[in-house]
């Protein structure tokens, strides 16, 4: 049984979904209390007012944003023995590719385990990323999606952002140091430091990616002609582009990124644009625990 646990709940999420399906949701987890998200970063304050509450346990209910701020009201917390878990009800589903039973109410009941995070400055500000953190052409793709109306789906919906967002894009130039070593200087379509394996509507950007290994995996994909970029586009559902020449695959613990040209390296964190680099990553240990991993996220 659920003990000492509050759902936060965004009804918006989804395309309203969560909100017109919560008393389905509430049924499934009958004795909880559940409560509801009323504007953008409401979920991390919840979080937080939660744990000072005494509660232990935060199920997210929600898309990978929601659940982005949850993680980051229980790191304000101080709490690092809080539990959390995952209800889906989001447009990309990103974060529930990697929980055995998928951000359903069933998997609440398996077993928690201490997961990673991603700890993100720039500009004076810090937040953390879940799943993952990237520059380029990733934010502009995210932009266009939470645009749009979400009906279709986050495949489909991802889909399309990409190829109208690779149409039109113009890539930075970013320099990167990845635990003190130069990685060079590279015209990039995109960058991911990658907790996860999976963003953007179920691409595998980071196939290789543990949730509790202590480390972060940067992928950098340089910039390509248009019709290459479409042509190697599937390569990132299957994760096979980590073995074209043009992608760079690094693991560490701190990653520092510079924009060197004209363009702005444009900055997302969990399917949300926040701003631009300069950003340094680091990879937090164990920041909390994570109910229902697959083991195969885990090292």
């Keep these: 049984m659920l003990e000492s646990v509050v759902v936060i709940a965004n009804p918006v999420a989804g395309a309203g979904g969560v909100g017109k399906k919560l008393a389905g949701w509430q049924a499934k987890l009958p004795g909880v209390e559940v409560r509801l998200t009323q504007h953008r970063g409401h979920a991390r304050e919840l979080a937080a007012q939660a744990l000072g509450e005494g509660f232990d346990t935060l199920i997210s209910l929600g898309g990978d944003g929601t659940h982005n701020e949850v993680l980051n009201g229980i790191i304000d917390s101080g709490r690092t023995d809080a539990t959390m878990g995952l ?11 990697i929980l055995t039973h998928k951000g359903t109410a069933e998997g609440l009941m398996s077993a928690a385990h201490p997961v990673d995070a991603i700890r993100v400055e720039w500009d004076g500000q810090v937040r953390h990323a879940f799943n993952i953190a990237s520059v380029g052409i990733s934010a502009v793709i995210d932009e266009g999606v939470n645009a749009s109306s979400k009906r279709l789906g986050g495949t489909l919906s ?5 190829v109208r967002a690779l149409a039109a894009y113009r890539p930075p130039v970013l320099s990167l140091q990845l635990d003190g070593e130069d990685l060079g200087s590279h015209k990039t379509t995109v960058l991911s430091v990658a907790n996860a394996p ?8 980071a196939p290789d990616a543990k949730v509790d290994d202590g480390q972060i995996d940067v992928v950098l994909v340089r910039d390509a002609t248009f019709l290459q970029s479409i042509s190697d586009l ?15 695959f690094r693991r560490g613990r701190v990653l520092e990124v ?6 702005p390296g444009l900055l997302e964190m969990d399917g949300e644009e926040v701003g631009a680099v300069p950003a340094t990553f680091t990879v937090t240990p164990k920041a909390l625990r994570l109910i229902d991993v697959d083991p195969a996220h885990l090292s």
């Design 87 to 97: 209800l889906s009800g989001g447009t990309g589903g990103d974060l529930r590719r």
């Design 158 to 162: 991802f889909g399309l952002a990409t």
């Design 198 to 205: 999976y963003a953007g509507g179920g691409m595998f950007f």
């Design 234 to 248: 599937p390569r990132l559902y299957k994760g096979t582009h980590i073995e074209l020449d043009r992608v760079v």
């Design 258 to 263: 510079q924009s060197v040209g004209d363009e």
